[in-house]
């Protein structure tokens, strides 16, 4: 099965990069955020080296540890499967706490919150629409190169595409949402509004690039 190592190899590098694009715009936002905020100059640098720290060590870990998980959960499906929901919902069931212990956003959040719960549900059918997505594109037997060739080759219109990537913003948003209704479930101790403003404004700013990025596969 070359065809599922090499899209295997093309996914993966795409999924690094998108995470790399939304770190990048977090450092810029906290960065300006801060800067032009009415905070007590001696907070300032404090929120800054949390957010240095945590996009340079435990972000980019956990995140890298998440896209592993999804992409070895789509080839165990193809590979060792028989096709099946009821394989990929054993498959989801297995490697969701993995998926869960490293997210982000999970782990700045208090576990016995009210809204916790809604939160972790949230999490999941983010995972499964991952997961789901991932074994369209590394399905793929025709002759391809890069992820442009992949996506084209996966959804075959840019209206399709467009439907499995909003899947996907839509669960992120959703998450988004619970946090910014009830900022009182994160364990941050500093900062939370800023936090809360960063989080948003990447994650619109990611959803606008990602958006963008169809018009050029497509057209």
């Not at 977090?26 to 800054?48: A, Y």
């Not at 590979?79 to 297995?94: A, F, M, P, Q, Y």
């Not at 782990?107 to 919150?113: A, P």
């Not at 025709?142 to 467009?162: G, H, I, M, P």
Request: proline share 1%.
């Amino acid at each position: 099965m070359e065809y599922l190592n090499r899209n295997y190899k093309i996914v993966e590098k795409r999924m690094i990069e998108q995470m790399e694009t939304s770190l990048n715009y977090g450092k810029d936002l906290i960065e300006s955020e801060v800067d032009v905020g009415s905070l007590n100059f001696m907070l300032k640098p404090i929120i800054k080296s949390f957010y240095k720290y945590w996009s340079d060590k435990e972000a980019k870990k956990g995140t890298l540890e998440q896209i592993r998980i999804t992409l070895d959960s789509a080839k165990e499906f193809i590979i060792n499967g028989d096709g099946s929901k009821e394989h990929l919902d054993r498959i989801i069931v297995r490697n969701f706490p993995a998926y869960l212990e490293n997210d982000q956003t999970d782990i700045q959040c208090k576990k016995d919150h009210k809204n916790y719960k809604k939160l972790k549900e949230v999490t999941k059918k983010c995972f499964i629409t991952q997961v789901e997505e991932t074994i369209l594109f590394l399905k793929v037997k025709e002759d391809v190169s890069d992820y442009n060739q992949l996506s084209r080759a996966t959804f075959n219109s840019k209206e399709k595409a467009y439907q499995a990537l909003k899947r996907q913003l839509d669960y992120n948003d959703e998450g988004i949402s619970i946090v910014e209704k009830d900022d009182s479930i994160l364990k941050v101790p500093l900062g939370k509004n800023i936090i809360l403003k960063v989080l948003r404004m990447g994650f619109e700013m990611t959803k606008k690039k990602l958006i963008e990025e169809l018009d050029d596969i497509f057209n």
